[in-house]
């Protein structure tokens, strides 16, 4: 569906196949507002430069798989919010007021970028990988922040914030920071940590932080340093290194 900037488009009924909005324009500040009623496949948006995808009459939203066309795109509601693959956005900022976000790849690579990301939830945040240029947030409030794949950032500012951590894939910084935070239980990483082979100054640093437990089964490995503080127990059956700063 063609579409001119500025449009809100509302899907009342749940819909088994894709949408797709396109601007058909050449202009670069093109905007179109999505509101989801009810659940949609797949969503696919070409030539908008902003998209925004909100719940509507129901709290919740779900999308299947995203493909913004390198928008800077804004997606949220009150309720659960549930994406599959995202791909081909400037930014991605999902929000949940009330509910729990589940996000599935974030970011392919190879030209299916996704370069920053941001996610905050009232409740759990879950993303089962990423593969994102910059910066990536995610936030649960009251809940667990679960990530169940890998994590590859190339630079910027990984933060993980939850009242419990769990990163099940390796985390792959390639120019900058990890900080993972668990303000009322645990940290739980299932594999390796690595902010190695950077090349911006004074990047590289690993903070790790828990109210109660942190628990490692893999390396964690940092060019800058490295911070650990558990409010009871630190167990980790792999090495921790740095190279040449402290620990």
């Given at each position: 569906l ?15 196949g ?9 202009a670069?500040?093109s905007?179109?507002t ?9 969503i696919?948006?070409?030539?908008f ?10 709290a919740?939203?779900?999308t ?9 795109a804004?997606?949220?509601g ?20 009330g ?10 690579g ?14 759990d945040?879950?993303?089962v990988a990423?593969?994102v ?12 922040a ?9 630079k910027g500012?990984?933060?993980i ?7 099940a894939?390796?985390?792959d ?27 911006a100054a ?32 630190l ?13």
């Amino acid at each position: 569906l063609n579409l001119a900037s500025g449009n809100t488009v509302t899907v009342s009924a749940n819909t088994t196949g894709g949408v797709t909005f396109d601007a058909n324009d050449s202009a670069n500040d093109s905007s179109i507002t999505i509101v989801l009623d009810n659940d949609v496949n797949s969503i696919t948006t070409a030539k908008f430069e902003t998209v925004t995808i909100q719940s509507g009459t129901n709290a919740s939203l779900s999308t299947g798989d995203v493909s913004l066309g390198g928008a800077k795109a804004t997606l949220g509601g009150d309720g659960d919010q549930v994406l599959g693959t995202v791909n081909n956005a400037t930014s991605l900022s999902v929000t949940s007021g009330g509910g729990d976000i589940t996000l599935g790849v974030v970011g392919l690579g190879g030209g299916s970028t996704v370069e920053t990301l941001t996610a905050t939830a009232a409740n759990d945040v879950t993303v089962v990988a990423t593969d994102v240029s910059n910066d990536v947030t995610l936030t649960a409030t009251t809940g667990t922040a679960t990530v169940n794949g890998e994590i590859d950032v190339n630079k910027g500012t990984l933060t993980i914030t939850g009242d419990q951590v769990k990163v099940a894939g390796a985390i792959d910084m390639n120019d900058g920071n990890v900080v993972l935070t668990s303000t009322g239980n645990d940290v739980v990483l299932t594999a390796a940590v690595d902010t190695n082979d950077q090349t911006a100054a004074g990047s590289g640093s690993i903070t790790i932080t828990a109210a109660n437990d942190i628990t490692s089964n893999s390396a964690i490995s940092a060019e800058g340093k490295i911070t650990i503080e558990a409010g009871l127990s630190l167990a980790t059956t792999g090495e921790i290194s740095t190279d040449g700063n402290d620990i």
